[in-house]
């Protein structure tokens, strides 16, 4: 039967027939068929690993050439002339290009330029600190007979100079110039012997050594933008709408999946396995997208057109965020009950997989949101048929309403029922799935992008967070110590070398983790950055001319190649050691050709500068270590408990009557925290105590994000959707009087009396550093009654809900089956954190 005036059947029997057809083996092989799907998957995946490793290394190929263009420049006999600025004249400031090449070049356009803003940021506050003192006492302690330097002001300047960067909580990127440079400036500026040129009396030398440093930091950086766009940019724009569709078709494959499962087409605990592992690896992508959205401003400077991509890609990143927040919680009640032959939503199995489809249709494909956030137009035919999607998804939403609670009528279950708890969960969510992209596909075409002064604002945020300022005490204090302390020592044991404290610049870590473990790491990049190229131009015949000079640049090539690859492909922890790796042997390789000459002198300079830098990474790590008040296994006991403390304060607020509120982003700050410090615990220095329970770790943090999923669903349902009071509050109706019962109270104080309980034996475990046993293990005991008084709480219900014929975003039926399921799922969670604790 086809439907009318458009010559197809119906979405019902084409749905019905699938369903059909995948549960019976005549018509499909069902073995073939996944074969063909997990193949096909692996191609795919095949496919978009191989266009990333192709990305990397070809990006790895242009900063390699870059730097040999830059080497080669002391390779050309004559190249440098008189009539060339100071700075491309010196040797010692020319290799600093390279430098900072490497410490600002990136894999796209949009993040090189942002790195470059902050770079010069950071050297202009290191020249304009240089440029005061100068012009209070010209010359500093070079002419202290003549300018009345004191050396005590210069201190008390190099201290508040360091101080306010630190306290400011400025970018990474932007601090570690600034400190670098005051470093080097200062340095200068105390030393009696320097032969360095500084600006005075507020007169600008533009010989002068700040001028140069910051000409040599504008070439490299300008170096980096330039190979950026060279042979051709890559845009992270264009990423960013490439992910953005991917997320997507992700999200509709997921949604699927899991309506799949809870159909009862497909069910086993490897495919509900499979959908949370999907899961995980999209919430990944969202966090990744986020970042690219944010430094999609300095490809455009969100003027006209840019700007109202990046608007519609960041709305676009909260929808899908949205979108995973509802689908998690389809999955939740797929994982309860797939429903097997007899499920009371297989009868509705046709109008659920048409819903799907007409959302899928609104997200992805032709004239789809995703095609508008990546092009950020639509036709007017594209635009009118997206509105017809949006108002055709909606009509669905409420028809499934009422095919649900017309079933439920019919087959006696009007009002509440504990077995039907899981359904009520599943219709919401879909339904609220529907009405979330529905609106904003409605919406999207209206909506007005910030003004371009109000996002420049914002994008200062790239360099400093005044918000943040000064609230990572620890950290403002083991910087400027360990700065301080770098300092004196380059003065009074290395004779005025800079080396120690523009080392301590480079790797001053906001968050230490495991402090020993980084510093070793740094150690072996600055050492073979250093030491490599030693060895390289020691048997090398570089500036030999002909051969000698071209296996050289191969060479440079080769080994720059290599470690920019691991720099832009391997995990945070060999990145940086790659990146270090690649920046001091940039800055290694740049030698006059009578360097070369000497290969002794060469070799002891060399020698001098690894020891210089390897004390500065030591007098970090032992800073790191003597100064740093939490572990990072301890900081994730604290912001776990906090998690779980907040997750508490939500429930106790939304069973109370009252709106959820803050709980759910400080719930989500803790959880995110918690999870960030268990993975460097896993690293830190254990010493006497046992290993870090990382899988007991992993398993809470699985569950307590359930919960949160669990508190947005219960936020959502506190709220209305639809008629006149559209968004407002009405939690206090859901429950009513019921909240006055014994009933209700009894099965509140079991959820939490359970809750409090694993929260305290999940805090004494997490803190057990030892083999001795756990009285808290030993005595905790299931609430047993929960499950009772939560069947009792829904049969007395049964008589206080009414039946209303309304979408079931606004029955308040269907929302208390909501509330109460989610009563059910967390006595099922606390019990899994527990299994996690006894099994780990």
Same mark, same amino acid.
Request: aromatic content about 10%; charged content about 20%; proline content about 3%.
């Given at each position: 039967m086809?439907?009318? *005036?458009t010559?197809? %059947? ?5 749905r ?9 083996s005549?018509?499909?092989d069902?073995t073939a068929?996944k074969?063909?799907e997990?193949?096909?998957?692996? /191609? &795919? ?12 290394v070809?990006?790895?190929c242009?900063g390699?050439?870059?730097?040999c ?8 006999? =004559?190249l440098?002339r ?8 010196d040797?010692?400031?020319?290799? @600093? ?11 796209d ?5 942002? &790195? ?5 940021m950071?050297t ?16 500093g ?10 050396v005590?002001?210069?201190?008390l ?5 360091v ?10 990127r ?5 400190l670098?440079?005051?470093a080097?400036?200062?340095?200068h500026y105390?030393?009696?012997d320097s032969?360095?040129? !500084?600006?005075?009396s507020?007169q600008?030398?533009?010989n ?12 490299g950086? =300008?170096?980096?933008?330039?190979f ?17 569709s &991917?997320?997507t ?6 949604? %699927?999946?899991?309506i799949?499962?809870?159909?009862g ?7 509900h ?7 995980e690896?999209? &919430?990944e ?10 430094t ?11 700007g ?14 949205? /979108?995973?927040?509802i689908?998690h ?7 309860v009950?797939?429903?097997?032959d007899? *499920?009371?939503l297989?009868?509705?199995?046709a109008?659920? !997989?048409?819903?799907?489809d007409? @959302?899928?249709?609104? /997200?992805?494909g ?8 990546a092009?950020c ?5 594209e635009a009118?048929?997206?509105h ?11 028809r ?8 439920r ?17 599943f219709?919401y969510?879909?339904?609220?799935l529907?009405?979330v ?6 919406n ?5 992008h910030?003004?371009i ?5 914002d994008?200062?945020?790239d360099?400093?967070?005044p ?11 083991? *910087?400027?110590?360990?700065y ?7 003065? +009074?044991?290395y004779g ?11 790797i #001053?870590?906001?968050?230490?983790g495991?402090?020993?473990e ?15 190229p030693?060895?390289?131009m ?6 030999s ?10 060479i ?21 050691i =790659? @990146?270090l790796t690649a920046? !001091? ?5 740049f ?7 000497d290969?002794?002198?060469n ?5 001098a500068?690894v ?22 296994s ?14 508490r304060?939500?429930f ?14 400080l ?8 999870s ?8 830190e ?13 992993e398993?809470i943090?699985?569950? #307590?994000?359930d ?10 349902a ?9 968004g407002?509050?009405d939690?206090?109706? /859901?429950?009513?009087?019921?909240r006055?019962?014994d ?15 694993v929260?305290?034996?999940?805090k004494r475990?997490? %803190?057990?550093e030892?083999?001795e ?18 069947e009792?709480?829904?049969? +007395?219900?049964k ?9 079931v975003l ?7 089956g ?6 059910s ?6 019990d ?9």
């Amino acid at each position: 039967m086809t439907e009318p *005036g458009t010559g197809r %059947e119906s979405g019902r029997e084409v749905r019905s027939a699938r369903s059909a057809g995948s549960r019976d083996s005549g018509l499909a092989d069902p073995t073939a068929m996944k074969d063909v799907e997990n193949m096909n998957q692996s /191609l &795919n995946a095949m496919f978009q690993d191989k266009q990333v490793f192709l990305g990397n290394v070809q990006m790895a190929c242009r900063g390699a050439v870059a730097i040999c263009l830059v080497v080669s420049v002391t390779l050309v006999p =004559g190249l440098i002339r008189g009539e060339f600025p100071r700075a491309y004249q010196d040797i010692t400031l020319l290799g @600093m290009v390279g430098f900072w090449f490497v410490l600002t070049f990136w894999k796209d356009v949009g993040t090189t330029i942002r &790195n470059a803003w902050q770079a010069i940021m950071g050297t202009l506050y290191a020249v304009l600190n240089s440029f005061i003192m100068n012009a209070i006492f010209p010359g500093g302690a070079k002419l202290a007979d003549h300018n009345g330097y004191r050396v005590e002001v210069a201190w008390l300047d190099l201290i508040i100079a360091v101080s306010l960067i630190m306290y400011m909580n400025v970018s990474d990127r932007c601090r570690t110039f600034a400190l670098f440079y005051i470093a080097m400036f200062m340095m200068h500026y105390m030393n009696p012997d320097s032969v360095a040129k !500084f600006s005075r009396s507020f007169q600008v030398d533009w010989n002068g050594t700040g001028m140069s440093y910051l000409l040599v930091c504008l070439t490299g950086t =300008g170096l980096a933008i330039l190979f950026s766009f060279v042979p051709y940019p890559r845009f992270i724009t264009n990423a960013a709408a490439q992910d953005a569709s &991917n997320i997507t078709v992700a999200i509709c494959e997921l949604l %699927e999946q899991v309506i799949e499962i809870y159909n009862g087409t497909h069910s086993s605990s490897a495919l509900h396995s499979k959908c949370e592992q999907a899961a995980e690896g999209i &919430n990944e992508k969202l966090k990744a997208l986020e970042q690219a959205t944010q430094t999609m401003f300095w490809e455009g400077f969100d003027i006209g057109q840019s700007g109202k991509r990046r608007h519609l890609m960041s709305t676009f990143h909260k929808l899908l965020k949205h /979108l995973m927040d509802i689908i998690h919680g389809l999955e939740l009640a797929a994982k309860v009950d797939d429903l097997a032959d007899d *499920g009371l939503l297989r009868q509705l199995s046709a109008e659920i !997989f048409e819903l799907s489809d007409t @959302m899928k249709a609104i /997200l992805v494909g032709e004239g789809s949101l995703s095609v508008f956030v990546a092009d950020c137009e639509l036709s007017e035919s594209e635009a009118k048929e997206l509105h017809r999607r949006a108002l055709e998804l909606a009509d669905e939403s409420h028809r499934l309403s009422k095919a649900y609670t017309q079933i439920r009528v019919e087959g006696g279950e009007p009002t509440l029922g504990l077995h039907l708890l899981e359904e009520d969960y599943f219709i919401y969510n879909m339904a609220a799935l529907a009405h979330v992209v529905s609106e904003f596909a409605v919406n999207v075409q209206t909506q007005q992008h910030k003004p371009i002064t109000e996002a420049l604002v914002d994008t200062m945020l790239d360099v400093m967070d005044p918000e943040a300022a000064g609230k990572n005490t620890n950290f403002i204090i083991r *910087g400027v110590v360990s700065y301080m302390l770098a300092f004196v020592a380059g003065i +009074y044991v290395y004779g005025y070398d800079f080396t120690i404290a523009a080392t301590v610049a480079l790797i #001053l870590s906001r968050f230490v983790g495991s402090a020993l473990e980084r510093n070793l790491g740094r150690m072996q990049g600055v050492v073979l950055g250093l030491v490599l190229p030693a060895i390289v131009m020691s048997q090398v015949p570089t500036c030999s001319g002909g051969i000698g000079t071209a296996v050289f640049l191969v060479i440079i090539f080769g080994f720059e190649a290599v470690c920019l690859y691991i720099f832009f492909s391997a995990s945070a922890r060999y990145a940086f050691i =790659g @990146m270090l790796t690649a920046a !001091f042997a940039a800055q290694s390789f740049f030698q006059p050709c009578s360097a070369f000459s000497d290969r002794g002198s060469n070799s002891s300079a060399a020698y001098a500068r690894v020891t210089a830098t390897v004390t500065g990474i030591l007098l970090v790590a032992i800073i790191d270590m003597a100064l740093t008040q939490d572990r990072p296994s301890h900081v994730f006991q604290v912001q776990l408990t906090e998690g779980m403390a907040q997750l508490r304060r939500g429930f106790h607020h939304f069973y109370s009557g009252k709106e959820i509120g803050n709980p759910i982003p400080l719930a989500t700050a803790a959880i995110n925290s918690a999870s960030t410090h268990a993975l460097e615990a896993e690293h830190e220095p254990r010493y006497w105590r046992t290993p870090f329970p990382s899988k007991m770790a992993e398993v809470i943090l699985g569950e #307590l994000q359930d919960m949160l999923s669990d508190l947005r669903i219960l936020d959502r349902a506190s709220h209305t959707f639809e008629g006149k009071h559209k968004g407002s509050l009405d939690v206090g109706m /859901l429950f009513s009087e019921t909240r006055k019962t014994d009933l209700f109270k009894t099965c509140i104080k079991d959820l939490f009396k359970q809750y409090d309980a694993v929260a305290l034996f999940a805090k004494r475990c997490i %803190e057990h550093e030892s083999d001795e046993p756990n009285q808290d293990l030993l005595s905790y005991e299931h609430n047993v009654t929960a499950g009772d008084s939560l069947e009792a709480l829904v049969e +007395y219900m049964k008589e206080q809900v009414e039946y209303t014929d309304v979408p079931v975003l606004d029955d308040t039926r269907c929302r208390v089956g909501v509330a109460l399921f989610v009563i059910s799922c967390t006595h099922v969670r606390l019990d899994s954190i527990v299994g996690a604790i006894l099994r780990y």
